[in-house]
């Protein structure tokens, strides 16, 4: 059974002045996705500058997610990680938390082989007993799963169970599904791409623009699967010009700024990355503008 169907929200950290983690308001944000029909929180990924929490922060993180969720709707939590003991820790501590699934990305830096990857992913899995989602992404990591790879985990570990693509390929996400007959649950891992996905086989999508829009993106998602194409088509066209300008520079940069332009006050971003150039900045106020996003 799948972890989720629909549209997950990649949940930014909110921060206060001091550069702490805000949990007041990642319990705000947490409540917001759940009232706006979000189909799954992911905690503690890319987008909520995983790689600059500590560890005690990262399983704060998550077990703070689950107490509030109290299993309205599942918590995947992000746990990768380039060492293979250090994902494995995160890994058990997320489970022992209380998260539903793991979403695990291909280890950054170390540029692991093929077999690598299997040998990675297939002690993590070993470790816990939660379904785990595999996370391709090498414009961030510097390696690519193959295809073969995820089908060939999917398969042989019993607790993995499909994979977000976000390397923007799209033929690759087909040669995903043909080989794997219905193993792997798919999910995008960019929100341009969402009806594309779905329309291969995908579960759904593991988004940032969920993070401001949760209907919509729920939407989406929810349209295609019972039927409604166009539906879907027009709102992924819809909301393309803002989805480009919410990566016009490195992720969560411009999601945090579009929340604070909302009035959220989620706060800053954690160094190296910093606060969005004014030229990009405003770009993405018209965008948001357009679509009929309030700003405060």
Known sequence: MSIFTGAGVALITPMKGDGSVNYDKLEELLEFQIAGGSDAIIICGTTGESSTLTHEEHIACIRYACEVTKKRIPVIAGTGSNCTETSVYLSEEAQKGGADGLLLVTPYYNKATQNGLKAHFTKVAERVK?????????GRTGVAMAPETVVELCREVPNIVGVKDATGNISQVAEVMSLSEGTVDLYSG???????VLSLGGKGVISVLSNILPKETHEIVASYLRGDVETSRELQLKYLPLIHALFCEVNPIPVKKAMNLMGMEVGGLRLPLT???EANASRLAEEMRKVGIEQK
Request: charged fraction near 20%; avoid cysteine; charge should be negative.
């Open 190 to 196: 960019n929100d341009d791409q969402i009806t594309p």
């Open 130 to 138: 939660l379904p785990i989602l595999l996370y391709n992404i090498p």
């Open 275 to 277: 606060e969005m150039e």
